[in-house]
């Protein structure tokens, strides 16, 4: 049976980045040589690198003055790496979710951090606004998808100190005005590689502004001036990345990948409210994630809860069930995800309310 794969991270990736991968483990750039096993000083390696760093610029259109680097530790090292960098006194931090709390945690340890909103309370199920950001607050940080509750902020709003953005599982949805961001990092294995590679896009001129001794390997800076090569880094995933970078521009760009990732939330979110079954987890529209949709069983239904997931899973979905958190469901609609596979859950949906109607 096919599987339609709705995992929130790893999660689904092109079958090109998944083919070139593979090739290049056997035979990588006709070197007779495993991907595996080569330097990263080679000339091959630093070719890949180097297109990879071109290609999130041409994506992405990042503007003259940023630097794009490619380093180990995930998006959580980035929680402590942001501070240490960028945290002379005060910080502000959005909290719209579990990873946004991670973040601002770690930020704690390195000076006062201001939470400028928070939407725990009713376990994030909307984006706070009318919020002020303290004016002497040395940047602003925000998560722009929560992954882990179905909430996304898709505006790049102007801010008046330095915007930082956890972009982990949105990047390569959609266009981004970069020059409204001081810093966005995140994670590749939501939407354009394999675990192990995080990706930081950072403005030169926020760096060196920090009073504090900063480690070598924790300094911005050291990548930047080593190429993001400072050390190993995590050379198949960036094969991997490089691969999906080629596929995001052979399909259209994100441009093209926005107006699909539209209309498949449609798609679902609209089975979603017409479905006597369930109901969405976020109510407001507008906050409402292109990346992770998020829906429980509506009132007088919620004994299904189990049924409807083994059902979905018999029926070849994978990677359904919500966050433990939240309980219900959560189908992630990543950019690699075909329209084909949000078409097949609606109609497991529909078969689920025909059979417990
Ligand atoms: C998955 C995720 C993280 C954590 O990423 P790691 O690479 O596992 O550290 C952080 N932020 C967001 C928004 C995520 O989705």
């Not at 070139?20 to 630093?46: C, N, P, Q, Y």
């Not at 190429?227 to 521009?249: C, E, G, H, I, Q």
């Not at 919620?302 to 469901?329: C, P, Q, V, Y």
Request: aromatic content about 10%; glycine content about 6%; overall charge neutral.
């Amino acid at each position: 049976m096919k599987k339609h794969n709705f995992y929130a991270g790893p999660s689904i990736l092109p079958q090109f980045t998944i083919d070139e991968t593979a090739k290049a483990i056997k035979d990588f750039a006709g070197t007779g040589l495993s991907i595996m096993e080569v330097s990263h000083r080679s000339k091959e390696v630093i070719a890949v690198m180097e297109e990879a760093q071109n290609l999130f610029k041409e994506l992405l259109n990042i503007p003259d003055g940023y630097t794009v680097l490619f380093l180990g530790g995930g998006a959580s090292t980035q929680f402590l790496m942001v501070p240490y960098n960028l945290l002379n006194k005060k910080a502000a931090y959005l909290v719209t979710g579990g990873w946004a709390s991670k973040a601002c945690k770690e930020a704690k340890q390195f000076g006062e951090v201001v939470e400028v909103a928070s939407s725990k309370e009713t376990t994030y199920n909307y984006i706070p606004t009318g919020w002020a950001v303290p004016e002497d607050a040395d940047y602003l940080h925000i998560t722009t998808n929560n992954t882990l509750y179905g909430t996304q902020i898709r505006e790049d709003f102007d801010c008046k100190v330095p915007l930082v953005a956890d972009m982990s599982s949105d990047i390569f949805s959609r266009p981004v005005d970069i020059s409204k961001y001081s810093l966005i990092y995140g994670g590749a294995q939501k939407n354009l590689a394999p675990a192990g590679i995080t990706f930081v896009i950072v403005k030169n001129d926020i760096l060196g502004k920090v009073e504090r001794h900063i480690p070598t390997m924790m300094d911005y800076k050291t990548h930047i001036e080593n190429d993001s090569m400072f050390n190993t880094p995590p050379v198949l995933p960036l094969y991997a990345a490089l691969m999906t970078l080629r596929w995001l521009k052979n399909n259209g760009g994100l441009v093209e990948m926005e107006r699909k990732n539209i209309e498949k939330a449609k798609i679902l979110y609209d089975e979603i409210e017409r479905n006597p079954l369930f109901k969405p987890t976020i109510k407001n529209e507008k906050d409402r994630s292109l990346m992770n949709i998020c829906f429980l069983m509506n009132e007088g239904y919620e004994h299904l809860e189990k049924d409807f997931n083994d059902f979905a899973a018999k029926n070849g979905m994978i990677g359904i069930k919500g966050h433990r958190s939240t309980g219900g469901f959560r189908a992630s609609t990543y950019n690699a995800l075909p329209k084909e596979s949000v078409e097949a859950l609606v109609n497991t949906m529909k078969e689920f309310e025909s059979i417990n109607k």
